[in-house]
């Protein structure tokens, strides 16, 4: 039986959404100081909650999400899309709108789709920590 190696596009992989940063962000936190945890989008702590108009909708209509939708998005969300860029001038079709489940989700899917092995990607620095980690 063949040894399991980690692939080798992981080696160097730094996520710091849990990695050093996070375990000095705790460091610093122990020591009394307030540490505002920016890196992973959790809105809900920063006391931001959804439109009260859009948990209302997501209760009305929660009977209707008991399937699988179009894996590219939901087709009334993906046209609302288009619409949006069409009204500022963009020719956009609702063929060209995918939706997924996030923006890690979708960085990932972009990068697969654009990049190849050993291609370069320019990154800001201070970036957000999964581009370094899905690159």
């Known amino acids: ?9 992981l080696q160097g992989v730094h996520y710091d959404v849990r990695g050093k940063n996070m375990v ?7 020591e009394g100081q307030r540490v505002l945890h ?3 989008g959790n ?3 920063f006391g931001f909650a959804p439109p009260e ?5 997501f209760i009305t209509h929660l ?13 009334s969300a993906r046209t609302a899309v288009a619409n949006y860029y069409q ?11 995918l939706i997924g489940n ?27 920590p999964l581009w370094t980690a899905q690159t």
């Open 1 to 9: 039986m063949s040894k399991y190696e980690q692939a080798s596009r």
């Open 24 to 30: 000095e962000a705790q460091r610093m936190e122990a």
């Open 38 to 40: 920016l890196n992973i």
């Open 43 to 45: 809105l809900a702590s």
């Open 53 to 57: 108009t859009m948990v209302r909708t």
């Open 63 to 75: 009977h209707e999400s008991d399937g699988y939708s179009d894996a590219r998005g939901i087709y």
């Open 87 to 97: 009204t500022r001038g963009l020719n956009v079709d609702v063929p060209q709108v």
């Open 102 to 128: 996030g923006v890690s989700e979708l960085i990932s899917m972009i990068l697969q789709a654009m990049t190849n092995i050993g291609d370069e990607i320019l990154i800001p620095a201070p970036d957000y």
